[in-house]
């Protein structure tokens, strides 16, 4: 019996362990330096959420000096890649089938200075989910390669989404960036429910991929009719697969902080069926043998 339980846990600890992310290897990415106007000429939009003003209408606070009203002091990130050790970020369907995998992901700098980074689990989950959802949530698959990006700057922590295009510099022109985490550190979606979760990266996915499909480079008209129309289209369009795309949360992201996927999950479920019934079997083989019966003392 014991023998059987010691195989048991061996088998469930290598099964659930191969879907664990490897840690990257630690090595320098290289630093990219884009100076502001080049730069704020490529990030087509910033997804910004910041408290609006008591007034009836709210107008972002616009740098006169800059091509891009919300986001204007982007100039330095790392690029992570198989080069200095980033494992492939994969990107699934709404059939949980992985139908890509994103080789670059772009690191913001924190300050001037502090670009090292470390992705966590959560944040490979987080940003292939996010990944997923731009994908599927077009007419169709994004055709061309693109980046992730992860934004840390501490100086537009408002800032929780951007779409980029146009640096010929990298191996992609396309970005997509997303916040997860605040400046305190504090993460913005891996505690809450996977409902909750599945609406607000949804919501955000189905926005930067609008500009993905409307690319407007004037800021003035980024988010008029055109882009307005292509997200009011995609994001009704996926309301009505929610179930599919919350499928997919609960499938590629651990619940309320616990640590543990759908598979390993029924991996644990099959381990307590086997030994319970395992139980249940040596409970009844020994219950069934009979005590022998001392002769002797009966003649007595």
């Avoid at 200095?84 to 139908?99: A, R, T």
């Avoid at 543990?260 to 395992?278: K, M, Q």
Wanted: glycine share 2%; with cysteine.
């Amino acid at each position: 019996m014991l023998l059987r339980f010691l195989i048991l846990y061996n088998t469930f600890y290598i099964a659930s362990s191969t879907y664990k992310w490897n840690a990257p290897t630690k090595l320098k990415a290289p630093i990219y330096e884009i100076k502001r106007d080049i730069f704020n000429k490529k990030v087509i939009d910033s997804y910004t959420a910041d408290a609006s003003s008591p007034s009836i209408t709210h107008d972002p606070t616009i740098d006169l000096n800059s091509d891009n009203p919300y986001k204007s002091n982007i100039t330095r990130f790392a690029v992570y890649n198989k080069e200095v050790g980033l494992i492939p970020i994969p990107v699934y369907d709404l059939n949980n089938l992985q139908i890509k995998l994103i080789e670059d992901v772009f690191i913001e700098c924190y300050e001037y200075n502090d670009c090292e980074y470390d992705l966590t689990e959560d944040d490979r989950r987080e940003l292939s989910l996010y990944a997923s959802f731009i994908d599927s949530s077009g007419i169709t698959a994004i055709g061309v390669p693109y980046s992730l990006g992860l934004i840390r700057s501490k100086y537009s922590e408002n800032v929780l989404g951007m779409y980029t295009q146009g640096f010929s510099e990298l191996n992609n022109q396309i970005g997509f960036w997303i916040r997860l985490a605040d400046n305190d550190n504090n993460r913005l979606y891996t505690r809450w429910n996977n409902e909750k979760k599945t609406v607000a990266l949804l919501d955000l996915a189905v926005h930067e991929r609008s500009h993905y499909d409307q690319p407007t480079y004037n800021n003035n008209a980024a988010h008029c009719d055109a882009f307005q129309s292509n997200y009011n289209y995609l994001f009704q369009r996926a309301a009505r697969q929610f179930d599919l795309y919350k499928l997919l949360t609960n499938t590629e992201s651990p619940s309320s902080g616990l640590d543990l996927s759908l598979r390993e999950v029924v991996l644990v479920i099959i381990a307590a069926i086997f030994f319970v019934i395992s139980f249940v079997l040596a409970v009844w083989y020994f219950s069934e043998k009979t005590v022998p019966v001392n002769k002797n003392y009966l003649n007595y």
